[in-house]
Nanobody, 121 residues
Framework: QVQLVESGGGLVQPGGSLRLSCAASGSIFSIGTMGWYRQAPGKQRELVAAITSGGTTNYADFVKGRFTISRDNAKNTVSVQMNSLKPEDTAVYYC???????????????WGQGTQVTVSS
């Protein structure tokens, strides 16, 4: 029905930058809020940043000033630019989207498969 495919994870040194991207495809009628979550070993999944279809953004306090989320509504993509990365940013990052399918009257949450981000020297 809907696939969210992430790219851009990897290994980076503290203070470095990475850009994660996510593309949604399938029988999509519309996409509402898109966002990025992360989950570190032994911890719960937590919101990193989100952006509405109108461009309103929301950031977790621990990434404010360092991460910037953006989206391209025409291409059904969402990205997050991550700067000044810290070892504590190490986690699996998941793309999330609230998607309404063409054959449905309601929207549902979809998740990507996750991409590993490791911040280490």
């Amino acid at each position: 029905q809907v696939q969210l495919v992430e790219s851009g994870g990897g290994l980076v040194q503290p203070g470095g930058s990475l850009r994660l991207s996510c593309a949604a495809s399938g029988s999509i009628f519309s996409i509402g809020t898109m966002g990025w979550y992360r989950q570190a070993p032994g911890k719960q999944r937590e919101l990193v940043a989100a952006i509405t279809s109108g461009g309103t953004t929301n950031y977790a306090d621990f990434v404010k000033g360092r991460f910037t989320i953006s989206r391209d509504n025409a291409k059904n993509t969402v990205s997050v630019q991550m700067n000044s990365l810290k070892p504590e940013d190490t986690a699996v990052y998941y793309c999330n989207a609230l998607v309404r399918l063409r054959a449905s009257v309601r929207a549902s949450d979809y998740w990507g498969q996750g991409t590993q981000v490791t911040v280490s020297s």
